[in-house]
Structures are given as C-alpha cells and as structure tokens.
C-alpha cells in the first residue's frame, strides 16, 4: 500500500533532489523515519538565486487573481526565487506563477504550514528568508495568526520585508493579515449586521502591531471581499474599535473581490481590476479630521454610533482597471487620482453613505503651502542621508513636518539637513526667510 504521504510529479521537489529520491524518503518516512510536519510543492531550478528585488505590497480581494497586479508583483522579485505559504490547499500557484504571467522566475514553491512545528521547521524558515517574493494564499486567518505569529514564518516574512525588501502579497486572508492591525477571526467570521449590533461582541476579535510590519501599512487595517457580501460596516466597527482601545484613529483599505491594491515602496496605492467591464473597487477609509472625531459610542452591548455630522469616515473610492490608472498617496491619505470621495456615517447600529462629498479639509498647514519654487532646490529627492538645500536668500528658519503634520525637525540657517534616521515615508520643508513673512514649502520622500 502506498502511503498518502508520498506525492511524485513534476511540482513536488525539495532542492538539489531528484523526484525519485523525493518519493522514496517521503514513502520510507511514514514506515521508520520522523515525516516532516509541512509539504512543499516545487516547480523550476532547484539552485538558489539572488536577485535585485524590490519591496512593494500586492492586496488581493479574494476571488480570481488579477493578472496585471500579479505580474506587477512578479516583477519586483527580480526574476527570483518565489514561495507561497498557506496552511491548506496545494500547489495551485505554481504554475500560474512560474509560467503562466509571462515573467521569467527562477522557482516557485509552495510550503503548507499548518502547524507551530512546521513554522519553525529550519526548512522553511531558509525557504523563506532565501526568497526573493512571497505570497500568502487565501484561507483562514486565524490559521495564519494561530500557526505563523511569533515563530520563525513571522520572523522571516518581516526580514523579507524590512531588510531584504521583498515584495510581498496575499489574497482574502492573505490580504487581512497585512496591516499593522487585523481581523483575526479567532471566533469566527462576522458579519457587519452583528459587529454593528455591538462592537465588543465576542466575534470581532483585532490584532495589533503583534505579526506582519509593513512600513505603508502603519495603522492600517485590511478587509477583503467587500462586495459579497456587503463589509463596510464591519470594517467601520474595526476602526472604531481601534480609536475606542488605542486612542488614535486607524485608516482602513478594502477591496472587492476582483480588485488589487499594489502598494509600491513610495507609499502609492495603485488599483488593478476590470473597470469597465466590471464594477470593481477598492476604498481607502480614514476618520474625518474635524475634531472631534472619535466615535460618539463605542460600547460593549450596545450599537455603535459614529456619527460626527454625518460625516464620521471620509472614504476615497477607485475603481481599478488594467492599467491601475488611479492611484492613491498613503504618506497623506489625501492625495489621489480617478476616485471620488464619500461620507459613511453611522447611527445606532445603522450605516449610511453619501456620496460624491468633498476631500478632507483639515490638512495641516505645511501641506497647503506646498508649492514649487524656482530659487528654492531640495535634492536629492527621495533622499536616503543627506539632504542640500539651495536657495537664493538666508533662511531664517527651517521646520521638518512629517506626512500628518507634526513638527518632527528645527534649524536654524543650515545648508543641508541629516534624514539617515528619519523613517521611510514623506514629509514637508518649511523654509522661513530672514527679514520678511515669507514661507516656502516643499514636499520630499526619505527612502532608505
């Protein structure tokens, strides 16, 4: 009798191993050996590489793949060595990713982690941090928290991340476990009726800053599928809980099932799909910055309100298409292209829209003065250390905000300014001059 642990073909390797040799120790193992606690399934050349790659971030919606966003993806490996993790399922990515895109990789293998065993596996973990791309298939998150956190997976996806700089990606419940905070289901799945019913009922059950540490995704929060069915009120409830427990507001990204978010290492958002053939969308929700702006009730037991003038969460919506023609800027959460923007509202447990409203209003005041000036030059720009400062005049003053408007920087007449310390993201120069009122502003991007 044949073991059910024995798998042979073309997509089960391990590295530098025959298939022959595969099947016989996988075979023999069952019958006298330890069986190794995850199954890998391998597709190309089984010698390692090394390639340039670049970061970025792939959100899937959770139905089909979208193949503009999954070559986009592919690209930034460098031609690499792909790994896709999942606690079930098989080797269904291999070949879409290893030939089917029309992007030249190096290998693709799948690695089912359904265990604390197999998380820690040395296998994986070396699989993993020799990758140049990863992407977490759908599934159930709480497998992914349960199995992955705190083990050698989660140490090495954030490795990949904020030290190699791999892209990474995920769809469904590969997409909800990438922000800061996330949907654990550790109950269950939740409607958005139930969670608005009661915020604090046992099903919505959030992570935070505890697993996956993607720079764009700072006080984030994920949703997937969210055109069937219908989850703009149980995202709405996630960021209430998050301002209601940790007193600062979270923003939210969702995407229906058909739509990608592709997140590049800048902080731009740009969104693949079928528009116009389909109506597929994604959203970028954050609380309105008119103080105040927390929820009015946030209680166990009792339906949340979050209503502040009918105008609680301000939300961006795109359409994506196949050239992801629209974009959106996550360093200020307000600068964005081929969208429109909306209110949602919440009363008593019971959510509304309008729609076609207008762009938050209440940026800080660096942000509204910025503007090109002909005798004023910053460079490099994106700077990684040193940034010079040429202008025609003295300064008397210059002031670094970061992308929210909090002062983070003061000097007095300097020539260049140190950002070898500062964060990945975008921040605002003010220049004041010497003798007058006059102020120049101008935004960078500090990329390490």
Same mark, same amino acid.
């Given at each position: 009798?044949?073991?059910?642990?024995?798998?042979?073909?073309?997509?089960?390797?391990? /590295?530098?191993?025959? #298939?022959?040799?595969?099947?016989?120790?996988?075979?023999?193992?069952?019958?006298?050996?330890?069986?190794?606690?995850?199954?890998?399934?391998?597709?190309?050349?089984?010698?390692?590489?090394?390639?340039?790659?670049?970061?970025?971030?792939?959100?899937?919606?959770?139905?089909?793949?979208?193949?503009?966003?999954?070559?986009?993806f592919l690209n930034k490996s460098g031609g690499g060595d792909i790994v896709v993790i999942r606690a079930t399922g098989s080797n269904g990515y291999n070949s879409y990713?290893?030939?089917?895109? &029309?992007?030249?990789?190096?290998?693709?293998?799948?690695?089912? !982690?359904?265990?604390?065993?197999?998380?820690?596996?040395?296998?994986?973990?070396?699989?993993?941090?020799?990758?140049?791309?990863?992407?977490?298939? &759908?599934?159930?998150?709480?497998?992914?928290?349960?199995?992955?956190?705190?083990?050698?997976?989660?140490?090495?996806?954030?490795?990949? !991340?904020?030290?190699?700089?791999?892209?990474?990606?995920?769809?469904?419940?590969?997409?909800? !476990?990438?922000?800061?905070?996330?949907?654990?289901?550790?109950?269950?799945?939740?409607?958005?009726?139930?969670?608005?019913?009661?915020?604090?009922?046992?099903?919505?059950?959030? &992570? =935070?800053?505890?697993?996956?540490?993607?720079?764009?995704?700072? /006080?984030?929060?994920?949703?997937?599928?969210?055109?069937?069915?219908?989850?703009?009120? /149980?995202?709405?409830? @996630?960021?209430?809980?998050?301002?209601?427990?940790?007193?600062?507001?979270?923003?939210?990204?969702?995407?229906?099932?058909?739509?990608a978010v592709c997140i590049d290492d800048l902080g731009i958002a740009k969104v693949f799909g079928g528009f116009p053939t389909y109506d597929d969308n994604a959203y970028?929700?954050?609380?309105?910055?008119?103080? $105040?702006?927390?929820?009015? =009730?946030?209680?166990? &037991?009792?339906?949340?309100?979050?209503?502040?003038?009918?105008?609680?969460?301000?939300?961006?919506?795109?359409?994506?298409?196949?050239n992801a023609t629209n974009s959106f800027d996550l360093n200020d959460w307000t600068t964005c292209s081929g969208g429109t923007w909306q209110n949602w509202y919440i009363?008593?447990?019971?959510?509304?829209?309008?729609?076609?409203?207008?762009?938050?209003?209440?940026?800080?005041?660096?942000?509204?003065?910025?503007?090109?000036?002909?005798?004023?030059?910053?460079? $490099?720009?994106?700077?990684?250390?040193?940034?010079?400062?040429?202008?025609?005049?003295?300064?008397?003053?210059?002031?670094?905000?970061?992308?929210?408007?909090?002062? #983070?920087?003061?000097?007095?007449?300097?020539?260049?300014?140190?950002? /070898? =310390?500062?964060?990945?993201?975008?921040? @605002?120069?003010?220049?004041?001059?010497?003798?007058?009122?006059?102020?120049?502003?101008?935004?960078?991007? #500090?990329?390490?």
């Open positions: 009798m044949i073991s059910p642990f024995c798998f042979c073909g073309k997509d089960f390797y391990f /590295r530098k191993m025959k #298939v022959s040799i595969i099947c016989f120790f996988i075979c023999f193992s069952v019958y006298g050996f330890a069986q190794t606690p995850y199954t890998s399934y391998f597709t190309g050349d089984v010698n390692d590489v090394t390639t340039s790659t670049q970061y970025g971030i792939c959100l899937m919606g959770g139905a089909t793949e979208d193949d503009n966003a999954m070559t986009w990713l290893f030939s089917g895109l &029309g992007v030249t990789v190096n290998s693709v293998e799948t690695i089912v !982690i359904n265990s604390l065993a197999a998380a820690n596996d040395p296998y994986v973990r070396q699989q993993l941090r020799n990758a140049e791309a990863v992407f977490i298939a &759908g599934g159930d998150q709480y497998d992914y928290v349960s199995y992955w956190k705190n083990t050698a997976v989660d140490s090495a996806l954030n490795y990949l !991340i904020n030290v190699k700089h791999c892209p990474i990606g995920g769809t469904s419940a590969g997409m909800a !476990i990438q922000g800061q905070a996330y949907f654990s289901a550790a109950v269950s799945s939740i409607t958005s009726a139930t969670a608005l019913s009661n915020p604090y009922s046992a099903g919505v059950t959030i &992570g =935070n800053n505890d697993f996956l540490h993607n720079p764009p995704l700072n /006080r984030v929060i994920t949703d997937t599928h969210f055109d069937s069915p219908d989850r703009r009120g /149980r995202l709405s409830v @996630f960021l209430a809980r998050l301002f209601q427990d940790s007193a600062q507001a979270f923003y939210g990204i969702a995407c229906d099932e058909y739509t970028f929700i954050q609380a309105n910055c008119i103080l $105040p702006n927390s929820p009015e =009730n946030c209680s166990n &037991g009792q339906s949340l309100t979050w209503n502040r003038n009918n105008a609680a969460l301000k939300v961006y919506q795109i359409k994506g298409d196949a009363n008593n447990g019971i959510i509304s829209y309008s729609l076609n409203t207008s762009a938050p209003s209440c940026l800080p005041t660096a942000m509204n003065e910025v503007q090109q000036h002909s005798d004023l030059l910053l460079y $490099p720009n994106p700077v990684s250390s040193i940034l010079n400062i040429s202008l025609n005049e003295i300064p008397k003053k210059i002031k670094v905000y970061n992308s929210t408007g909090i002062l #983070v920087a003061q000097e007095k007449t300097i020539q260049e300014l140190d950002f /070898r =310390n500062y964060a990945n993201g975008m921040y @605002f120069v003010k220049i004041e001059l010497d003798g007058n009122s006059e102020t120049k502003v101008q935004k960078i991007i #500090v990329k390490h």
